[in-house]
């Protein structure tokens, strides 16, 4: 007992001697960010009309190379990183859009490039910093815990995600996720849609695979421009062309009581076969359109009022009509609609014109205790939905309905465009 507990003092004193090191090269918050914020970009990405399209973040790896999220490039023309007053023009070099980084080169460009933490390094409750621009707020720094490692990006040999409590919101996309001693351990990616704290990296590993992921990548798509993983940013493509990971559909709400416009995103997480899952889980849809489940009502009464399965149906034809009763996904409420179809009409997204049925709406909203439209409380409801049979997804919806004198809802949804 004696010899085995005297065989463990020096593990226990080279551990403990470690783990002191590691806690003297520490930095303090306000340290970490002198060294590392020089090396943080902002994206910005323009439309082929100069049009700004979103912001990004970006980290340099190395010199005259960044990093940023493939879905910050997305249908971008062109795009330049930028640090307070100070712009650079800059091109793609190696996408590997599955697991969403792209390498992008600049030319005459002097930042340093970061430190990279050892590969295998990240540790679950580890002191961890990002440094990103969320929502255009240039070299924002946020603290966390690592707060788990997840496999879901490969087999258990590969390195994992990062899941970390420092705070990522939209921008953050291609900034840095760091150690205590200043070192990059990945690339900020995505928050879950109201999921609190759950926020994610790409593991900095990942960076060494690059260019030759990349080179296998485009090789395989010149060979197979149907290949499956997300498209090559830039890349041209058909508005009607199936949805993929990291592609978004754009849609303007109208409050057409108080005249408010909004812009509502509907982005796509991930395509599990013939499921489409947005916004972090928000919404699933089939790949022909149908309505799996709403949790977040993003769109307004398109969402919190659609009936089980969505607004329209499969196989719609001129004259269909059928009765549907539900209660409402967000609401304790019960609608009783009769839907009909009418002709084909044409309508413009994004500059292309596509064919469409107009699928109306009649009939009553009652509390789910009611039993009849005429109780006390019941509304009328009154909408339309514009289904392309094309994109398999309603490109416009409206809805109105009056409860007493002041109270009600007139809302318009229509499809701007599909970011890709």
């Known amino acids: ?6 065989r463990a003092v020096p593990v226990c004193l080279g551990l403990g001697l470690a783990m002191a090191a590691s806690a003297a090269m520490a930095l303090e918050p306000d340290v970490l960010f002198t060294k590392v914020s020089g090396s943080v970009w902002s994206v910005r990405t323009f439309d082929a009309q100069e049009r700004p399209l979103r912001a990004g973040s970006a980290v340099v790896i190395a010199p005259g190379r960044l990093v940023t999220n493939c879905h910050v490039l997305a249908k971008a023309s062109s795009f330049v990183v930028k640090q307070d007053n100070v712009t650079f023009g800059a091109t793609l070099e190696f996408p590997d859009p599955a697991r969403d980084l792209c390498q992008i080169k600049v030319a005459n460009f002097t930042a340093p490039p970061v430190a990279l933490a050892p590969a295998g390094s990240a540790r679950v409750g580890q002191r961890v910093y990002a440094i990103g621009n969320p929502r255009g707020l240039e ?26 409590t420092a705070a990522i919101s ?16 990945g690339i900020t990616s995505f928050a879950a849609r109201d999921g609190g704290s759950l926020n994610f990296a790409m593991p900095v590993e990942f960076l060494a695979e690059l260019p030759v992921r990349a080179k296998a990548m485009l090789e395989a798509r010149a060979l197979d421009p149907g ?19 990291g592609d978004a559909l754009e849609y303007v709400r109208t409050d057409k009581l108080t005249g408010k416009r909004s812009t509502v995103i509907y982005r796509v997480d991930r395509v599990n076969g013939d499921e489409i899952v947005f916004n972090g889980g928000g919404k699933v849809e089939k790949s022909d359109g149908q309505v799996v489940s709403v949790t977040s009502a993003a769109g307004g009464l398109f969402d919190s009022s659609s009936p089980p399965g969505g607004w329209a149906r499969g196989n ?10 539900f209660m409402a ?8 609609l009769v839907a009909a179809v009418g002709e084909e009409r044409s309508m413009r997204v994004d500059g292309v014109e596509l064919k469409t049925l ?17 109780a006390s409380g019941s509304v009328r409801f009154t909408g339309a939905a514009w289904f392309s049979p094309e994109l398999r997804r309603v490109v416009r919806f409206e809805a109105v309905y009056q409860r007493g004198i002041i109270s009600g809802g007139n809302e318009t949804l229509e499809l701007v465009r599909i970011q890709r």
């Not at 007992?1 to 005297?6: D, E, I, Q, V, Y």
Request: net charge neutral; hydrophobic share 35%.
């Open 329 to 336: 996904v967000s609401e304790n409420q019960r609608y009783e």
């Open 316 to 325: 719609l034809l001129p004259g269909m009509r059928w009765q549907t009763d």
């Open 227 to 245: 290949a499956s993983g997300r498209r090559v940013p830039g890349a041209a493509v058909s508005l009607t062309e199936p949805l993929r990971a």
């Open 358 to 374: 107009r699928i109306g709406y009649e009939g009553w909203i009652y509390p789910s205790s009611m039993s009849a439209p005429l």
């Open 139 to 164: 070299n924002t720094l946020s603290e966390g815990i690592l707060s788990g490692l997840r496999g879901s990006l490969g087999s258990e040999s590969e390195a994992r995600l990062l899941q970390t």
């Open 170 to 185: 939209p921008g953050s996309s291609g900034g840095g996720l760091f150690d205590s001693e200043g070192r990059l351990l």
């Open 1 to 6: 007992m004696k010899t085995s507990l005297l």
